[in-house]
């Protein structure tokens, strides 16, 4: 029996076969725990260099939710809480990790995933303005993904006003790059992992959507931020045992360009599956230029791929149409690709 | 030099006079603490009465942050959020009390500050037909006010929808009574103590801003819902050693019908400023029949009004208008409440 | 029927009737919420100044749990706990309150209720030459009670031997003062308010215990050490909205040294009835200065004593032997010392 | 240049070859994420057939702070503590993991690191005794190590005497199994995977130390205890995107009795260094069987082994002795092990 082509998500196979290919050779070798050896240094030295941060402080944990986590609890105080889109990870889809942690999540509408800079200040300032100010979450931190929730991207200027804003106001910025290698390769993005460490006070480089097993590289740009960061870690129960098969990951990734070819194919697969789209007269939901593809189908669109495809449901756009979403990664195969652009353009 | 009226909020005074004779002739007597006294247990025999709900869990809180941050905590599943309108008190004015102890706001947009049973169904409809709802904030609870931040009360029969949607979906209803005198006092409203006690899970009865020094009084229609009530209270440092006080000021005031009095004396001068403002020509925001009174004003109107007056400002509403906020309460003077009318006509 | 002697413990009755004047004679002005009212500020003033700390921040909560569980919470890092004596009320009677706000107590063996700079110093350095302490619980404070849970009291060199170490380790110190007045009274103590305000980074002043209703007067000698203190308080649940009723109560125990008045009375009680036990050969647990008296009596003495007194049971001490506590406060009669006297030489 | 001999845990390589073997085999197969795919339901059943529980609920985590941490959060009410000995995991070594949950150790001293049925009886007891217990932690679990964090084990007569007392008082029973494959190996072990099935309320069988890169297995038999755990694992961040990757590690360990197998391979290593420190007259410092062998040595001793073994420094006995651990594990290699009998001999 044929299985179908499968494009629910960007995590549906295991790892890169370089990182399995080094899992293996290293795996007899007796190493330290936690993090403390020679393959993770060699991991941050690599990442460090990426970002043009010799200093960085860089950490690996193990998924996106424990690391926004993380990340939004040690940098904000007790008592603030994090600005984000209404679409954004942290609002809708870790089902209360950040509260957990005491936070509250200051939602912002959005037309397209991205928050700007002129709604994060008048947010900001309006709390500052309001009498009642001391009774209110104060803002602490702007968290934004790159690309966004929706695949959308910020420019190099978007985020240069954001984090003017944030810097003016004494509020930390966080970028969640779940999908950054889909970013960093598109031909339209013009924000580099230099520009992250120049712009964020921290971000993380997404290893479990970008050809890891599992795992994100956190990167906070000035090292004496976050001190104590191991406690933080093993507190929320995130601290490997065997820190190095976090370093191995990376330290492939990081290795001849790897994460940039990862993106690069993924884009390209994707772009393809647009074209296919357009031709075939689907509307895209709205542009993007990364790895989903998010586009209207009809019910009996959606019915007949559904026979050679797996594919996301988004949600409803009216009565008639449906949201859809396609996502590529760096597993996924060309002939699948082709095959898919037939489906759609048979519809 | 005259003084300015002061209609800024409900709590500028101290506490009813009988509340303090109470106090004054049971200081020198000695009784065991935290709530442990008879006052207190007649205080809680009063309440039970009045919401004619014999086998009632009673607990006296100090504050209405407290008593919402303790009340959402206990009745919630670690995992579970609390439905609330985005005007309620718990997702704006808290700063974070219910964050911190774990548990998001699931805010919803209102007209008029009141929820209805329809999208709260939806709310929860969708989140459990979402396939991704394991990932995201169960709905545990509703949180509503009676009367709400912006006056408006809800009618017997939008409560008992509410309430029949809860029982439906297993989540809790909670409402907030912090200035329940009022609204009890309205000839527009037909839910009675009785029937709260009958339709939510738990509510209470504020004090603080019904004639109390301090205190609200949480009411627990089935006493096995929540055991170790006072471990609960304990541990979020809310426990009085004094309980007595609190007994006094809920003895006093379900003594002689004194919660209603004081209630129908507060709506009669909120009555008669909302006559003033229809007579003066000023908007009132929107239609409310309890202790606050919204209105536009010019800008010139609020100087004018300023120079006398001590009133909140509620927020702007244009370039020329803004809404300001009387608030009448217990110990309202009849003569203020005939000067502020005067200055209202003359502006 | 003659009600039976009462010395169970130190919050028996209501308040010091100074205060209760006071708040009969201010109960009509109108003033504003939170603490931002004049009598507050003057409360305020009077406490920097008995503290000789001008620049002291100054705040009021309103129980012992709820004070420690705020300061506790927010000197530490989310990572740090802190130490203090098995016998601590942090440690035992506090219900979780610490843990509730994520931090673990260290807790240390004591002889007498009371932490000395030596295991202090070898507990921190412990801490920092562990290998693994990465993944230990940092210590971040230390909490010590003035007087201790056993009455005992550390003297000034006691004191300064332990902030010494405290700074030299970067670790906050904080002095829980819960029975305050009954310290300062004590001939034997050499412990001063402005002591106090030298050597720690926060102590509170007990108001519950010593004359007021409920209050606790907590002092941050350095007020840049906590910003935005009314938003840590009001998220904690515990930002009183009638503020003023706190600062009338400190207010008042600050006038004209009634403070000292009530500790000074309490303690020439407590020295009463130490004589009265070593007359009757009742041996005394351990020697305090303070307001409690602990004394071991037999089965047959303790059953006498409760048909006529109220007092604590403390633990028992063997098979025929117990411990129990008689307290004193601000609000004892001279005439129930006495008969209390009689009645222990009568045993 | 000759590598030292490495002893110094339990967790220095990598993975079990199998593991990385079938890693391999599926890594390109496409499967859904968080656990739903086909290999970990292979896993779930063969630990449910293991443990003879065929309803049990079974879920994999990433490691044993984070499987404590979330297994005591989900099992105690928000008010309650957990019993553990002084000398367990989390009380000591999770960095305030249990404290960020909320919760208190309530820690218990023991001769050996095993907490025995009498003194969980009385505390449980004195709590409830005691008049005060409504301010005090509510000993809501206990928590035990099988092997302890020393070594030893309990048998399956004391488990049942601790469960009963569980059971009578309402208390859970949460077994830590970071090291189990190295209970069950013993020869003196008599508690069987179904043993703790039957007894336990929870309890988790280890792979991170016994032959997995990473995963705890974690057994709840009665499946109705813990309802929506997939949103109490990802509310604390720990919800794996490739669950696939336990799966497989689990999958593997529980075919053809490879964890069997990893245990015995250990306790034979562990057995034959034991002989070798007696043949040396290197006493050690208590009798347990299993793969952790703590010893007694001199200075001049340890200097010696230093140069040619890497062990762990486990505490100071006296200023001449120090305790020192070996440990073995599943991937130590027998002429380690004979290289290592070799150096005692010759001290």
């Known amino acids: 029996m044929k299985t179908q082509l499968n494009f629910a998500n960007d995590y549906l196979q295991g790892a890169h076969p370089n990182i399995l290919k080094r899992m293996m050779e290293t795996n007899q070798v007796e190493m330290t725990g936690y993090g403390t050896d020679p393959i993770t240094e060699s991991a941050i030295e690599r990442i460090r260099e990426a970002c043009d941060c010799p200093q960085a402080e ?50 912002l509408d959005t037309a397209d995933g991205k928050l700007n800079a002129q709604q994060i200040k008048e947010t900001i300032e309006d709390y500052w303005a309001d009498g009642n100010h001391e009774h209110m979450v104060m803002p602490g931190m702007v968290y934004i993904s790159q690309p966004t929730e ?53 971000f993380y480089i997404g290893g479990t959507k970008c050809g890891a097993m599992f795992g994100e590289a956190v990167v906070i740009p000035n090292p004496r931020l976050l001190p104590y960061m191991t406690t933080i870690i093993k507190q929320h129960g995130a601290l490997l045992a065997k820190g190095r098969l976090l370093g191995i990951q990376f330290d492939e990734l990081f290795k001849d360009h790897l994460y940039d070819t990862i993106g690069q194919d993924a884009i390209t697969d994707a772009n393809q599956i647009r074209q296919a789209c357009k031709r075939a007269g689907l509307p895209l939901y709205f542009e993007n230029p990364t790895n989903q593809i998010f586009c209207l189908v009809t019910k009996e669109q959606m019915e007949k791929l559904s026979e050679k495809v797996v594919f996301s449901f988004w949600e409803k756009y009216d009565d008639e149409l449906t949201v859809i979403r396609f996502a590529t ?4 195969r060309k002939e699948d690709v082709e095959a898919l652009c037939q489906v759609i353009e048979s519809l």
Chains 1, 2, 3, 4 share one sequence.
Not at 70 to 83: K, T
Not at 175 to 197: F, H, S
Not at 329 to 332: E, K, Q, Y
């Open 150 to 202: 929706l695949g959308t991207l910020y420019s190099k200027s978007e985020l240069e006003a954001i984090a003017h804003v944030c810097k003016e106001h004494e509020v930390k910025l966080f970028v969640d790059g779940a999908r950054l290698a889909y970013a960093l390769a598109c031909p339209e993005n013009d924000v580099t992992l230099a520009d992250l460490a120049q712009l964020c006070d921290a």
């Open 58 to 107: 860089v950490r690996f944990l193990m998924g996106g939710t424990q690391t926004n986590q993380i990340m939004i609890d040690s940098l904000l105080q007790s008592y603030q809480g994090v600005i984000a889109a209404k679409t954004g990870h942290v609002s809708v889809h870790e089902a209360g990790a950040i509260e957990f942690g005491g936070h509250k999540v200051l939602e």
């Open 329 to 332: 990664s760096w597993s996924t």
